[in-house]
């Protein structure tokens, strides 16, 4: 009802238009002219029809030239957009134009494919990361349910009721682990943590950080080998940084064999710092390397158990929020070098 009360309004427009440019026309000729009366009596009847002629005509054209030009094109793109509501990201509106001389509702066209790109993006990699904790979670439930089962009965001596409760108490661990990491990447993809930049000594911030891996490194035999520029001074933010030095170097020591050796490097250059973290692990393959920043991604599965996949991921994203990089270099049997430059920030040395 209300399109047809549109529709009726418009003709009046046109109409009313049409009607003053004749009507003014009319007194034109007829102050340049001489007819009589009758003439212009018997000839306003026809004039008037004619106004409604011409705008009907007038208004059938223009709603031929809306519905090609305007309610087409709009047609087209409600119905790509009601496929990407209803889920398909992969949907998308064709061009009217051409992607290179674009108009108006092929900006718009552009616009929403981009979207629904980007949509189909985020939705898989939803479903990998719901599919990848379902994974990690049912893992250490059954060993626990398992271990459960087992502590029920009444034949197990002490020694191994201890070892099945120690197995269930690091299962438990794991699972914590995993909740929280999941929680910290969840709060650093959605931006609720926020960078709180203060200056700080960054070399005493790496050789606490290093200590903190002490018995695991000894556990191992290890050798720990350090380059570190002293009192190095910067302005980051100190607890998002301990979660990038504390990962790599959990997976420094986590990879490298047992008598092997760590190297970390701390240096200044110019506008920069550059920290260096080598281990002599298994190394990872280049199409490897092209992931490893991913969320649970594992290159090595033989180390699968140690870790749940969230530690890069982690560390990427922290690199990200404070404007620096990471790159890794390895090979395999090589073991495998991170490299973090910190761009921002002040940076200085203390006295």
Known sequence: MKLIVHKIIKLMIMFTLIAFVVTCNFVLFLNFGHMDPDEIRNAAPVTFQNVIFMAILFFVLDEIRRKWTVERHIKRIQEGLQKIINGDFSARIPYFVGENSLNEFDIISKGINEMAQELAGVETLRTDFVSNVSHELKTPLSVMQNL??????????????????????????????????ILKLNRLENQQIYSDRKEYNLTEQICECLLAFENAWE??????????????????????????????FSNAVKFTEAGGTVFVQVKKEQDEVRVLVKDEGCGISPEIGSHIFEKFYQGDTSHATQGNGLGLALVKRVIDIVGGDISVQSALGKGSTFTVTIKNGKIGSGL
């Open 219 to 248: 556990q191992k035999g290890l050798e720990i080998e350090t380059d570190l520029e002293e009192d190095i001074l910067i302005t980051e933010d100190a607890e998002l940084l301990s979660l990038v030095w504390n990962n790599l």
């Open 148 to 181: 459960g089962t087992m502590l029920q009965s009444r034949e197990l001596s002490e020694e191994q009721r201890l070892e099945y409760a120690k197995s269930i108490t690091e299962q438990t661990r794991k699972l914590s682990a995993l909740i929280t990491n």
